[in-house]
Nanobody, 117 residues
């Protein structure tokens, strides 16, 4: 399984970004997928997750601003990030997730998001 995240960049507060993650392997349709964020000096944390039936879960800090979605035909999961804040800055990773939202696979390359005030 390979996880390839992209779409990060530098934006001003209030701006938007859309992250994409292509997941190889024949597991996409069956499992939960999630985005995680890591900031230097802190543990990687769950940002948003989506189950195979479409149910979603969001960190309190991003509710109402971020939207996770998946496109099974393209083996891709997205994270639409609106109204970005400086505290959203970090390296964003995607992964297959356990029922508990813990990451299931080895990490792929993340994509850096930097939000300036």
């Amino acid at each position: 399984v390979q996880l390839q995240a992209s779409g990060g960049g530098m934006v001003q507060a209030g701006g938007s970004l859309r992250l994409s993650c292509v997941i190889s392997g024949n597991i996409f349709r069956l499992n939960a997928l999630a985005w995680y964020r890591q900031v230097p000096g802190k543990q990687r944390e769950l940002v948003a997750g989506i189950r195979s039936d479409g149910r979603t879960n969001y960190a309190d800090s991003v509710k109402g601003r971020f939207t996770i979605s998946r496109e099974n035909a393209k083996n891709t999961v997205y994270l639409q990030m609106n109204s970005l804040k400086p505290e959203d800055t970090g390296n964003y990773y995607c992964n297959e997730a356990e029922n508990s939202w813990s990451p299931k696979r080895s990490w792929g390359q993340g994509t850096q998001v930097t939000v300036s005030s």
